[in-house]
């Protein structure tokens, strides 16, 4: 069965051809972060308007790649959210009148099992049951994934998601957005044992995370020194440790709590090399293993959406989606009308 993947949910159009047999086929992306560093976050209506701008160049370039045509596919998916509204129409539509031009099912697909099913496309697979750590620009969440659809949230952040929190925190060090990676980098030449940042809700029972605190205790840190070279990588540093010991502690609890065995960490966040190195550290030492997919696949991409709409229709072949988008929409609630 051959797959058509849409996502355009924020800031990224995705479109990849994803095989059953064969695996992805055809992938095109583009990204807006130029588009809106700018404004130091993502703007909706232009994100939107760039979207319209990409779809439909992307999927030639895919079906391209894939040396597919139109009436090869079998089966279009999109992203029906959460997400912008705006944006999620754009690919809510294109998949819409695809349905109907070439008389084929159409699915829409909840964005983070997207992001939860997406480490099943690297080599290696991990194998079913594991912990999934979701830690983006926008997400940072910890789900148990029992298999396709069985998905239960562990724990979530209360307020900033840590992508989020590593991009301001970041601003604030004069880096354009997003900064995470450019802090990153600072964060290697810097003492993180300088700032004694707060390690939030680390002693805390439970599995949620809150990272607004923090960046605020980095502003607060930032206005009472002179903000030299030596400072801003040493913030930079103190910062990163404090948001890495959190997500390791939290990680490790959940493997504890849920007796897994596996962990797997997704999103913009997970290209992190300080966290990485930690957690292949503390897994270990806990006798369970870490994966890491490419971050082509950690990051919002149409063969995630393709994909999990393959194991989604084996499971149920049922009819189209009809037209529609769900710009809030819980995962627990996955399945519901
Ligand atoms: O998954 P992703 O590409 O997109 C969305 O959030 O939609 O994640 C992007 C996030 C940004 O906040 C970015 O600053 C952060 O991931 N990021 C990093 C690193 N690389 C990207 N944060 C910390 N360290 C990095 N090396
Ligand atoms: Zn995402």
């Given at each position: ?247 390791a ?29 930690r957690l292949a550290?503390?897994t ?6 870490v ?47």
């Amino acid at each position: 069965m051959l797959a058509l993947g849409i996502e355009t949910s924020c800031d990224e159009t995705g479109i990849a051809l994803y095989d059953s047999e064969a695996g992805v086929l055809g992938e095109a992306l583009h990204s807006q972060v130029d588009l809106h560093a700018l404004y130091g976050g993502v703007v909706p209506e232009l994100a939107s308007r760039d979207h319209i701008r990409r779809i439909v160049p992307l999927a030639r370039e895919a079906l391209a790649q894939a040396g597919r045509g139109l009436g090869d596919i079998d089966l279009i998916a999109y992203t029906e959210g959460p997400g912008l509204a705006g944006a999620l129409l754009v690919g809510a539509s294109v998949a819409a009148g695809l349905g109907i031009a070439l008389s084929r099912p159409v699915v829409g697909i909840h964005h983070l099992e997207g992001h939860l099913l997406s480490p099943l496309l690297a080599d290696p697979r991990p194998a079913f049951p594991f912990v999934a750590l979701l830690v983006s620009g926008g997400h940072t969440q910890l789900m148990a994934v029992e298999g396709v659809g069985r998905y239960a949230l562990l724990g979530e952040t209360v307020d900033d998601a840590a992508g989020e929190a590593f991009d301001k925190t970041a601003s604030l060090l004069g880096l354009a957005y997003p900064g995470g990676s450019a802090l990153s980098r600072l964060a290697a030449q810097g003492d993180a044992k300088r700032f004694a940042f707060p390690r939030p809700m680390i002693a805390a029972n439970g599995l949620d995370f809150s990272f607004s605190g923090l960046k605020t205790a980095a502003l607060h840190c930032v206005r009472k020194h002179a903000l030299d070279d030596r400072l801003r990588a040493d913030v930079a540093a103190s910062f990163q440790a404090a948001v890495v010991d959190v997500l390791a502690a939290k990680c490790l609890r959940a493997l504890e709590e849920t007796g897994m065995e596996r962990l797997v960490v997704a999103g913009g966040v997970g290209a992190n090399t300080a966290l990485r190195d930690r957690l292949a550290r503390e897994t270990a030492r806990a006798g369970a293993s870490v994966y890491f997919p490419p971050p082509r696949l950690c990051t919002d991409n149409g063969a995630m959406i393709a994909f999990a709409a393959t194991m989604r229709y084996r499971d149920a072949p049922a009819g189209s989606a009809g037209f529609g988008v769900r710009p809030r929409w819980d995962l627990a609630a996955i399945g519901e009308a």
